[in-house]
């Protein structure tokens, strides 16, 4: 077995000769992650405030950082990405960035270590971390963790798991700025005096990577329903050693795919932001059970799990959204979610049940359905279509599909309890961590572009009214500190409904005097006006409103085609 050291010594003494980046990186040990901790330890400490938010996309970089900061004693503020926006919200509860942001206060660290830089073991009780989690509707909660409550994780991690794991290296496709990737693919590894290899995003390059090392693969559902099957994944059998998925439920079909195509049955691991990790299952048998990760107690208490471990901030019983009941051999089996029943016009429906009979269809890979808010509640489902089934690309093959997904219900299910809005997708929308959100399933239901009042339609010309709505899908993510129409929103729109009263030409050519003038936003009442030059072969448009011109300019198309 590799040493074994606990979090709070892990910046404490350097292990020369001790592989720690690998997979084509620059020569680094642990020597070298030493020296760039106590580095960044004095660069911290010479910084004012306790808390410092980080984000690195290289985890080498990370790691060191992470340390340095807990060494100077910050606490870290673990964000899942670097926008603008995130970095906004930010400001008013960190006192400084660090790392890849766009306005970051120390890209590097600038101090040489200080005389007393390797000072003892970080105090595991007061060494803090704040990750964010999602949850189900997509809006960061902070959660914050103590080292001592890391460090029993990795404890556990590694009692159960770690066996035959000693020399290999760590690829993964998740972030470690998520508590799932920060635990597996950062601070276990250091723990373990495990290589660490540089987060990989194409399936292509996790497998130039991994071939010929030894090697253990930390994923994600969304990536282990996605491995190309033509690609030579069977170089990799007998050298990787473990496949660990989180984040989500992994499909068995989805867990025996990768068994077969990786040459190692998928380890899953069960558990959250909030609670660490709760147990695990390893996909040699059908179905397996879960199994609690050591130092976990567990009991169903109204057939809901609860859970009881060091990984949690308080030595009390957390109770868990899911359903479950015991297996009878010392593990337990989820039975879905208590918190997925809706009520529709009265009704009482599982989500989950919907989900189940919809899947069984065969036109179906997965599907998740939501409950749409509005003046009347409406279930809508977003489905991902099987191998065979491709996904509609026009309005009548839709409704087709639906129709008959529709039909497929009806045997156990009446009308109002059947989704009436349907999405039609390669593959379920998910995030960095593979999770699908509840905010990213129910966007696919908000219309990109408002609904148009025409005032006129001519051959050559034609005027329309278009009402900003805030709940436009179009608003989102575009413009981080206020809603604003994006510019090429408005160019869409233009040739969208000229289409509808023109006869243009499909290809585009170039545009021609280009102007944005004054930005618009939710609650304006916009008039577009159209014209159309056939002679030309040349669209001018004009967006304005009372508060005067927005923005205009001439679409020219390729004449004759």
Known sequence: MAEWRSLADVAVRPLPGRAFLAAGAASADHADFHRDVLRWKASLRARAGDTWALHFEDAARFAAALYGAWHAGKTVVLP??????????????????????????????????????????????????????????????????????????????????????????????????????????????????????????????????????????????????????????????????AVFSSGGALPAEAAHDAARLLGVPPTEILGSSETGGMAWRRWDEEQPAWRPLPGVDWRVQDGSLEVRSPHLADAVW??????????????????????????????????????????????????????????????????????????????????????????????????????????????LPSNAQGKVTEASLTALFRPERPTPTWKLREAARAQVELPLDASLAVFDGHFLQAAVLPGVAQLDWAVQLAREVFAIPPRFLRMEALKFQRVARPGDLVRLDLEWQAERMTLAFRYTSVHGPHASGRVVFANGE
């Open 80 to 241: 899942g990405d670097a926008l603008a926006g995130t970095q906004s919200r930010l400001r008013t509860r960190v006192d400084g960035f660090v790392g890849d942001w766009i306005d970051s206060e120390m890209p590097t660290p600038d101090h040489a270590p200080d005389a007393d830089a390797a000072a003892g073991a970080l105090d595991a009780n007061a060494t803090r971390l704040v990750v964010f989690t999602s949850g189900s509707t997509g809006e960061p909660v902070a959660i914050e963790k103590r080292l001592r409550q890391l460090d029993a994780e990795v404890h556990a991690l590694e009692a159960a798991l770690g066996s035959g794991l000693d020399g290999v290296a760590v690829h993964g496709t998740v972030s470690h700025q998520h508590i799932y990737g920060l635990l597996f693919r950062v601070l276990w590894p250091l723990a373990a005096g495990r290589a660490i290899v540089s987060r990989a995003f194409f399936p292509e390059d996790l497998l130039a990577a991994m071939d010929g090392q030894d090697a253990v693969l930390v994923a994600s559902p969304a990536h282990l329903k996605r491995l190309p099957a033509q690609l030579s994944w069977a170089s990799l059998h007998g050298k990787l050693r």
């Open 318 to 427: 957390w109770r868990s959204q899911d359903r479950a009941e015991p297996d009878g051999a010392g593990g337990f089996r989820l039975l879905g979610r208590t918190d997925r029943i809706v009520k529709v016009e009265e009704r009482r429906v599982s989500l989950d049940a919907l989900e189940r009979q919809i899947r069984a269809h065969p036109a179906v890979s997965d599907v998740r359905v939501v409950l749409l808010g509005g003046t009347r509640s409406t279930l809508a489902a977003v489905v991902a279509t099987a191998d065979g089934t491709p996904v509609p690309d026009d309005a009548a093959a839709r409704r087709a599909l639906a129709q008959g997904l529709s039909r497929h219900l009806a045997r156990t299910q009446d009308a109002v309890t059947r989704p009436r809005r349907w999405r039609f997708v390669p593959a």
